[in-house]
């Protein structure tokens, strides 16, 4: 059984910063894409970002510059560093598991296949 469960979520003022983090169990995940989404209270699914196995990269154009996406594979673990926080990326982050590794980097929430559970991140002004 596949298993994502995110940590590191929590409060921060603007212009700080956080890391949260998705630990994966159930399987090997090194030869597929890991990414993160993120929801708002009213708002439909964001993506924020995504790494392919081979490291290729993509962002969601409102936190560019900002977040940064790693993985290590040996710990099945995938982090989303966030600097110069805003309070508009106040939201609850969801780590997701593509399971497909024939293709690109994808951005869509129905391209991915499992989901954590979500861990809030509130940013204060």
């Known amino acids: 059984q596949v298993q994502l469960v995110e940590s590191g979520g929590g409060l921060v003022q603007a212009g700080g910063s956080l890391s949260v983090s998705c630990a994966a169990s159930?399987?090997?995940?090194?030869?597929?894409?890991m990414g993160w989404f993120r929801q708002a209270p009213g708002k439909e699914r964001e993506f924020v970002a995504a790494?392919?196995?081979?490291?290729?990269?993509a962002y969601g154009d409102s936190v560019k510059g900002r977040f940064t996406i790693s993985r290590d594979n040996a710990k099945n673990t995938v982090y989303l560093q966030m600097v110069s926080l805003k309070p508009e990326d106040t939201a609850v982050y969801y780590c997701?598991?593509?399971?497909?590794?024939?293709?690109?980097?994808?951005?869509?929430?129905?391209?991915?296949?499992?989901w954590g559970q979500g861990t809030q991140v509130t940013v204060s002004s």
């Open positions: 790494i392919r196995w081979n490291g290729n990269t």
């Open positions: 997701a598991l593509d399971l497909n590794p024939l293709v690109g980097v994808r951005t869509i929430s129905s391209a991915y296949d499992y």
């Open positions: 159930g399987r090997t995940f090194s030869g597929y894409t």
